[in-house]
């Protein structure tokens, strides 16, 4: 089967999907190690997506969700090629927006039934004092559509108004966008990693995630943490936690409309109820260090390459039986389209 890997300079992106390209070359290596036919392209332009259109691969492989094109709108991976006919891995164009929005995906749960924190969303100046804010401190403060924690520190976290008002003029500044505030929950977090395969069954890999202590005697997984890999991802060896945990992944991606693979983030109260925080269809897929494929590992025992293979699951069945493989020029090259 001929199987192409989209990506695109990371550095453009707020959002970075797979990951580096040494993440794609990891992916490309292990598809190749399935004995299809693999190409991995760096595309930056439409007039590279039109190139991949032309040699018609039976599946695509989206490493981001989209190429950031200046001063137009960006080029979505799974609306263009929905539009072309090209069969492609992960969600439609219309659920991944859940991804790239926070409060687009709190607000569709939440009017599904499944509970997520408190929230609000904040301009600087737009509250004037405590007492206008819609619920109290302490608050937790991020970035509506940024990704890997960034714009997330232990300034996040926010006691007071002096704190409040410092943390929104921060991130709106950096992000040139609303704030999302939410409730702060005290307990745990957790990662799980939801793959469905085709008939329709899922393989679900629940696994907590422990933020390094900082200096404030906080455990927030932000920028840094996830930069420097001081992070630890454990096992939930309680039983009735790790029900709860994966009940709530799998009522959350079902809900979303999700396909094929996400991630679902969640934390608990100091009491142990459990919240949807977030979610990633377009999930890190760095050898070693990711927690989609790390949450696989330690969960549920399954290597790279078989993570791997169980997301292409889903668009290798959807793919044509009954089409003769296309055997096209530099099949096998890591890197078909450059700069």
């Not at 890997?5 to 598809?31: H, M």
């Not at 891995?89 to 927006?97: E, Q, W």
């Not at 932000?222 to 001081?230: E, L, N, P, V, Y």
Request: a negative charge; proline letters at 5%.
């Amino acid at each position: 089967m001929n199987i192409e890997i989209i990506t695109t300079p990371n550095e453009a992106l707020k959002e970075s999907g797979f990951g580096s390209l040494t993440a794609c070359n990891s992916v490309f290596d292990a598809v190749r190690g399935m004995g299809h036919s693999v190409r991995l392209n760096i595309c930056q332009t439409k007039k590279d997506l039109d190139e991949v259109v032309k040699r018609k691969p039976d599946l695509v492989i989206p490493a981001v969700k989209y190429i950031p094109v200046s001063y137009k709108d960006d080029t979505w991976l799974s609306e263009y090629f929905t539009e072309h006919g090209i069969n492609f891995t992960g969600s439609s164009r219309n659920v991944l927006k859940y991804d790239s929005n926070k409060v687009l995906a709190k607000t569709h749960l939440s009017n599904k039934g499944i509970r997520t924190a408190n929230y609000f969303i904040a301009i600087p100046g737009q509250f004037k004092t405590e007492n206008d804010l819609p619920f109290p401190f302490p608050l937790f403060l991020k970035p509506l559509d940024a990704a890997n924690g960034n714009g997330i520190d232990d300034q996040s976290f926010v006691t007071s108004f002096t704190e409040y008002e410092s943390k929104l003029s921060s991130l709106y500044s950096a992000f040139n966008q609303p704030v999302l505030a939410e409730e702060y929950l005290e307990g745990r977090e957790y990662t799980v990693a939801v793959i469905k395969t085709p008939d329709e069954k899922l393989t679900v890999s629940a696994v907590e995630a422990i933020a390094p202590l900082s200096g404030n005697g906080l455990r927030i997984l932000g920028a840094q943490a996830k930069k420097d890999d001081s992070e630890e991802l454990v096992k939930i060896e309680d039983n009735e936690v790790s029900s709860r945990i994966t009940a709530l992944a799998i009522n959350a991606f079902n809900a979303l409309g999700a396909r094929d693979f996400g991630r679902i983030d969640i934390k608990t109260s100091k009491s142990g109820e459990c919240f949807f925080m977030e979610a990633n269809l377009v999930p890190g897929m760095t050898y070693g260090s990711s927690y989609f494929p790390e949450a696989c590992r330690i969960a549920n025992g399954l290597t790279y390459d078989k993570v791997v293979e169980l997301l292409l699951a889903g668009g290798i069945a959807r793919a044509s039986s009954t089409v003769p493989p296309n055997i096209f020029p530099g099949a096998g090259d890591k890197i078909a389209s450059t700069v």
